[in-house]
């Protein structure tokens, strides 16, 4: 039985027709530039339909503006954002991983560095709702992976507050502050999937927030063996240009398949391929005292005696997906450094359980 609760957020009248709901919702502030679906009450009941919780369910406060965020709060940003219904499960656990402490949404949302929440969506979820994890999967196309992302930034922006110019003070900002949600390649991926990886059984749908740059080319076409791939890498990642090489931090590094193949076809898994890039991914010790931030360095005293620093502080520290279709691509992620670090949370019913199937929250 669905759990019932009336709306309380503020009702307000207007012209019922999509350009005046949209003019004055630009005007007050609450979207992110692009035209949005007015959330009437009857598209934010319907998405709170999918979801066993009560609206009135706190998920905790966003910062940097510290608004609370309620499962109806969520549900109205979902709406705006053109989520289908069936989305909600995921914005909440989304929701759920990025106010855990070690993501420090206080930094993200704050920050110079244009950094963005990136959700990487895994388990049989991702698959039933049709979240892109192959061609194209950064870009346009897939309404799950634009309406959820989406989604996410409504929330950053109406419920935390995180205006540009405002509380945001992005030097630059990035195209994945207006949506940033993909799935990893499950299908084609050699190695155990992330969520495997981070204790979750395979049939457990989660959501990992990751603060970081949008993807960064990793190009080759030529290397048909394992060693050209790795050295590929370790020369496009190892840059003294990202707050990773002073603040170490999480970045990722998503492998496309056909890389991927080629790695796990001479032997290697994701550990091995992190314990590679931390040795060979390093800026001369000597280079870094002539630019960069070597005299803001926070790990200036670590690795004594070495002649080139890592850009991060332990191999583990690299996240490795795989993702993306066919071609001799893969991509990293910078990200904004160890004061934000990534976090998963399960996607669940009300009370901790974890789901197997979206079909579980149909509406009944």
């Given at each position: 039985m669905k759990a019932q609760s009336a709306l309380s957020a503020d009702r307000i009248s207007l012209d019922d027709s999509f350009e005046a709901v949209g003019e004055y919702y630009y005007e007050q502030g609450w979207t992110d530039g692009l035209p949005i679906v007015p959330p009437s009450p009857q598209r934010v009941e319907a998405m709170l339909a999918?979801?066993?919780?009560?609206?009135?369910?706190?998920?905790?406060?966003?910062?940097?503006?510290r608004a609370l965020a309620t499962v109806?709060?969520?549900?109205?940003?979902?709406?705006?954002a053109g989520c289908r219904p069936e989305y909600l499960p995921v914005l909440i656990a989304a929701v759920e991983a990025m106010l855990v402490e070690r993501v420090d949404l206080v930094a993200v949302q704050t920050t110079t560095h244009p950094v963005s929440p990136l959700l990487i969506v895994n388990g049989p979820i991702a698959r039933e709702l049709g979240?892109?994890?192959?061609?194209?999967?950064?870009?346009?196309?897939?309404?799950?992976?634009?309406t959820i992302g989406r989604a996410i930034r409504l929330i950053l922006l109406n419920i935390g507050g995180?205006?540009?110019?405002?509380?945001?003070?992005?030097?630059?900002?990035?195209?994945?502050?207006?949506?940033y949600c993909i799935a990893e390649n499950e299908q084609?991926?050699?190695?155990?999937?992330?969520?495997?990886?981070?204790?979750?059984d395979p049939e457990v749908s989660t959501v990992t927030v990751v603060p970081c740059e949008s993807p960064h080319e990793l190009n080759d076409h030529s290397s048909r063996h394992?060693?050209?791939?790795?050295?590929?890498?370790?020369?496009?990642?190892?840059?003294?240009?990202?707050?990773?090489a002073y603040m170490y931090?999480?970045?990722?590094?998503?492998?496309?398949?056909?890389?991927?193949?080629?790695?796990?076809?001479?032997?290697?898994?994701?550990?091995s391929i992190r314990d590679y890039i931390f040795e060979h991914a390093r800026v001369p010790r000597e280079i870094w005292t002539r630019g960069g931030c070597?005299?803001?360095?926070?790990?200036?005293?670590?690795?004594?005696?070495?002649?080139?620093?890592?850009?991060?502080?332990r191999p583990e520290d690299l996240i490795v997906i795989v993702a993306g279709g066919p071609g001799r691509h893969s991509v990293w992620m910078p990200t904004v450094g160890n004061i934000a670090m990534s976090a998963t949370k399960p996607i669940t019913r009300k009370g901790g359980q974890p789901v197997r199937s979206i079909e579980e929250f149909r509406p009944r």
């Open positions: 999918w979801t066993d919780r009560a609206a009135a369910d706190e998920l905790g406060e966003v910062p940097p503006r109806e709060a969520v549900a109205i940003n979902a709406v705006m979240v892109n994890c192959a061609y194209g999967l950064f870009g346009p196309g897939w309404r799950a992976n634009a995180g205006l540009p110019g405002l509380f945001d003070h992005a030097t630059h900002g990035q195209p994945s502050k207006y949506t084609d991926n050699p190695w155990e999937p992330l969520h495997v990886e981070r204790g979750f394992s060693d050209g791939l790795l050295i590929t890498y370790a020369n496009g990642m190892g840059t003294m240009a990202t707050n990773n931090g999480e970045p990722v590094l998503c492998l496309g398949p056909e890389h991927a193949a080629i790695l796990a076809h001479d032997g290697h898994d994701k550990q070597y005299n803001e360095k926070m790990n200036a005293n670590d690795f004594p005696g070495a002649s080139a620093i890592p850009f991060i502080e």
